[in-house]
C-alpha cells in the first residue's frame, strides 16, 4: 500500500536512512513498499539488498518532480522497467530539463500522477491516479467515475515523528538559503507524510476496496532484483567478444611479457603464471585485465608515464602486462591477497598518471569502450557528500538567523559552555541531521566500465567533468559487481617525465624507466638511502620519511618497502613503526619478541613480529584465529568506517575473538593482537601498494643520482 516511499537521499528532503525506513516498514506490518526518492536513485541498491536480509519484496522507483513540485511517480515492474526510468530521469538531469506534466510511454513501469495534478486526459494502460489519506476527506470521486479502477493509494513517506519532521523543514530552508521563519509552504511537506501502520492505512482506505484492490495488484505486479554477495563480475564481459578470445590473447601477451621481464624464466615463475591464469579463467576475469592492458597500451603509445600499484601489484600477470613494475615473485606477494575465489568484494587496479594526462586517458576510455553497440556502459562512479559537525551548524545557525560571531561560539563548545534555547535547539539538530547526505559528487578516481547499461542500475548526473556519473557510490557498486577502474594523477609522475624528455632532449639518451631491476643493485642509490638524502624524490622526501631511511640505514628495495608502509598513521599511531625500527636494527630485541609471541613471531618473520602491512591482517586472521579467507579479508576492508557499521564486520569480530579462545590463546593476548590489528587496519598499505610505491621511488631516485 507503500507507493511514495523517501529516504534521506531525497536530498534535504528525506530524513530516514534506508534502514530506518526499512525497519519501520517491517515494525508496521508492511511486506512490500515502494522506494521512490525524489529524482534519485542511490539507495535503490541498497535497499534491494538489505530486503532480501529482511525478506520483504522490494519495490523501486523514482519520484519525478522539478523542485519540490510533484509531477508523477515511475515504479519499476522489473529490471527493464527499472532501466526505463533511469534514462527518464538521466535526460533531464543531463540537460536540466523540467519534467513534462505528462509522463512519456513506459513498457516496463507504472506511472501515478498525484490527485491534484490530474486534468482528465486520458490514461494509459500502466498509469493511475494517487489518492492520498489527505484527499481522501470530504472527497467523494464523483467527477472520477469513469476511472474508479485507475485510482491507487499513494500515502507519501518522508519522515517520522515530529522531531524529524522539523529535521525536514530545517534541511528545506538550508537547501533553498532561507530563514526557517520565512520557509514558504510550497517548499516543504505536510506534516502527515509518516508512515501508518499498515491495518490502520487498510482501514483508512475500507470504504474504497477498489482503490485497496488496485494498489496491491500493482505493488504486486513488480519484482526486481540483482545479484549480490558473492563475486559476480557485472563489468565488460569479453574484451575480444567471447571468453575464449580473451583468455587467448591474455596468454600471448603475458608470454610476451615474460621475454620482457624473465629473459631466463624459472619454473616458479612459469607455475605462478599458470596458476594465475587458471584462476582468472575460473573466475572470468580475462576481460579484466585486458580492458587494464588496453589502457596502459595507449598511455605508452602517447608516451604517458604511469604507475600501477594497489593490490593488483600481487600479479604476475600485471607485471607481464606492464600494468605494474612489481614483481611479486621477488616480494613474496601472494595473488590471493587480490583474487581468490573465496573472496566476495572486487579486484582492484590504481592506475596513476601525470596530472597532464590523466584526462586524455579519461576520455579515451569513454569513447574507447562505448564503442561496442551502445553508448552508455561507461561512467565516472558517484559519491556522497554528507553534513558534518561544523557544517551543519553553521547552516543551521544561518536558517535561525544568528550572527557569525554567535555560530562560532556554537561550534566551540569547550570554550562557550552556556546557550540559549535557540543555540540548544542548532546543537540538538545538528547532531540528528550529522552524516545525512546533503547531495551527489563524484568519486576521487572510479569508472565504470558495465556490460549492461550503466541505466540498468542506476540514473547518472552530468557533473562539470562532463561525463555521466553514477548515482550510487563504490560500496553499492561492489555490492552488485561492477568492478571500478582507478585512473589517478599524480605531481611525481609527470615530474619523472618532465625529466626523461630533458635527457632525451640534452644528451640523447633514451632510458628505459620500467626496466628497474638494475636500480635495485645500484650502489648510487643505495647512498642516497643510506642517509635519506631523497629530497625530490617520490613518497620519500618528506622530512619524516627521510628520518625514518637514516634510522633503518635502510640500502634495499625490501626495506623501502616496509619504510612506505609503516611511515603511515596507523602504523605509527599504533607504536608499530618504533617496535620495527628497534627490533630491525637490535637482534636481542627480535629474539625477545619472538619469545614472547612465537606463534605471531612466525607468522609475521619478515618484519620482525610487527603488523606492517594489510596483507598482515589476513594473515593472522587466517592463520592465528582460523578465519576463512574470505572472512580474513573482509576482516581487513571492515576496518574502514563504511564497513564497520554493517553487521557483518561486528560478525567477524566475534567470530575472531571465539575462535582465538577456542584453540587456547589467553584473552590477554587476543586483545593485543586485535588492537594491533584495528589501530592501523585502516590506515597500512597492501604490501603490493607500497612496492609499487617504492618502484617509483627508485626511478626518481635513479634520475637524482645519474641526472641531477
Known sequence: MLLNCHTYYSFCYGTLSPEELLNQAEQKGYTSFALTDINNTSACLDMIRLCKIKNIKPKVGIDFRNGVAQKYVGIAINNQGFNELNQHLSFHLHGSIQFEEQAPAFTNAYIIYPLQNYTGWHLRENEFIGVSVKDLSGFTFLSLKQNQNKLVAMQPVSFSGKKQFNAHRL???????????????????????????????????????????????????????????????????????????????????????????????????????????????????????????DIIKYAQHKNYYYVGRGSGANSILAYLLQITDVDPIKLDLYFERFINIHRANAPDFDMDFSWKDRDDITRYIFERFNEHGTKNRVALLGAYNTFQSDAVIRELGKVFGLPPGEIDKLQSPHKYPETDAIGKQIIRYSKLIHGFPSHLSVHSSGIIISEEPITAYSATIMPPKGYPTTQFSMLEAEDVGLFKFDILSQRGLGKIKDALEIIKENKNITVDIHNVEPLYADEKIKDLLRIGKTIGCFYVESPAMRMLLAKLRADDYLRLVAASSIIRPGVAKSGMMREYIVRFRDKKLRDAARAQLPELYDLLRETYGVMVYQEDVIK?????????????????????????????????????????????????????????????????????????????????????????
Not at 475500507?206 to 494498489?215: D, E, G, N, S
Not at 582465538?660 to 586483545?671: D, N, T, W
Request: aromatic share 14%.
Open 171 to 293: 534541511l528545506r530552508a538550508i537547501d533553498t538559503n532561507n530563514l526557517l521563519s520565512k520557509l514558504p509552504v510550497t517548499e516543504q511537506a505536510g506534516q502527515d507524510e509518516q508512515m501508518p501502520i499498515c491495518e490502520d492505512l487498510y482501514a483508512t482506505y475500507a470504504k474504497f476496496p477498489q482503490i485497496i484492490h488496485t494498489t496491491v495488484d500493482l505493488l504486486n505486479d513488480c519484482s526486481i532484483s540483482f545479484d549480490y554477495g558473492k563475486l559476480k563480475s557485472k563489468n565488460l564481459k569479453h574484451y575480444t567478444g567471447s571468453q575464449a578470445g580473451d583468455l587467448e590473447l591474455l596468454r600471448q601477451k603475458c608470454e610476451e611479457g615474460l621475454i620482457y621481464r624473465y629473459p631466463n624464466a624459472s619454473r616458479d615463475v612459469k607455475i605462478r603464471m599458470e596458476k594465475e591464469l587458471d584462476t582468472i579463467a575460473t573466475m572470468n576475469f580475462a576481460s579484466y585485465f585486458l580492458i587494464n592492458w
Open 620 to 708: 593472522v586472521a587466517h592463520l592465528f584465529a582460523d578465519l576463512t579467507l574470505a572472512e580474513a579479508d573482509y576482516l581487513r576492508r571492515g576496518m574502514s568506517w563504511k564497513f564497520k557499521q554493517r553487521n557483518e564486520f561486528e560478525a567477524v569480530k566475534n567470530k575472531f575473538y571465539a575462535n582465538c579462545l577456542e584453540k587456547g590463546h589467553a584473552f590477554e593476548l587476543v586483545e593485543k593482537i586485535w588492537t594491533q590489528i584495528e589501530s592501523f587496519g585502516n590506515f597500512a598499505f597492501s604490501k603490493g601498494h607500497s612496492a609499487s610505491y617504492a618502484v617509483e621511488s627508485y626511478q626518481a631516485m635513479f634520475l637524482k643520482a645519474y641526472y641531477p
